[in-house]
C-alpha cells in the first residue's frame, strides 16, 4: 500500500509561481509512473503532467507546457510539480496518483493505484 500526501498549494497571483510536494509512504517509489492531475470546480479531473520511474522522461498535458515542471526524487520517495506563470484557468486541486509499471503515456483517471488527497491552487487574476 502506498500513502500519497500533496501539500505547496495556496493563493497565487497570475504570472505567479507556487511548487507542489508529493511525499510517498509505505512503499518504495521504484516502479511507479508518477503523475499530476487536476480538477477545476464543475469539471472532470484532467491530467497535468507524468514522470517515469526510473529514466526521469516526463510528459506534459499541452496547456501546462514550458510552464510547469514535473520532477521526482527517489531517494526522498517524493514528486514535485513547480508551476512558473500561473493562469487564473490553473485554479483547481491538484492530485498526485501513482500507476505500477508501464510505459510513460498522459495518465488515465481509472488506471491510477494510488491517489492523494488534494491540495488546492488558486490563481487570482
Known amino acids: 500500500q502506498v500513502q500519497l500526501v500533496e501539500s505547496g498549494g495556496g493563493l497565487a497571483q497570475t504570472g505567479g509561481s507556487l511548487r507542489l510536494s508529493c511525499a510517498a509512504s509505505?512503499?518504495?517509489?521504484?516502479?511507479?509512473?508518477l503523475n499530476w492531475f487536476r480538477q477545476a470546480p464543475g469539471k472532470e479531473r484532467e491530467f497535468v503532467a507524468a514522470?517515469?520511474?526510473?529514466?526521469?522522461?516526463?510528459l506534459y498535458e499541452d496547456s501546462v507546457k514550458g510552464r510547469f515542471t514535473i520532477s521526482r526524487e527517489n531517494a526522498k520517495n517524493t514528486m514535485y510539480l513547480q508551476m512558473n506563470n500561473l493562469k487564473p484557468e490553473d485554479t483547481a486541486v491538484y492530485y498526485c496518483?501513482?500507476?505500477?509499471?508501464?510505459?510513460?503515456?498522459?495518465?488515465?483517471?481509472?488506471?491510477?493505484?494510488?491517489w492523494g488527497k488534494g491540495t488546492l491552487v488558486t490563481v487570482s487574476s
Open positions: 496518483a501513482a500507476r505500477y509499471g508501464g510505459g510513460l503515456y498522459k495518465g488515465v483517471v481509472d488506471e491510477m493505484d494510488y
Open positions: 514522470i517515469s520511474w526510473d529514466d526521469g522522461y516526463t
Open positions: 509505505g512503499r518504495t517509489f521504484s516502479y511507479y509512473v
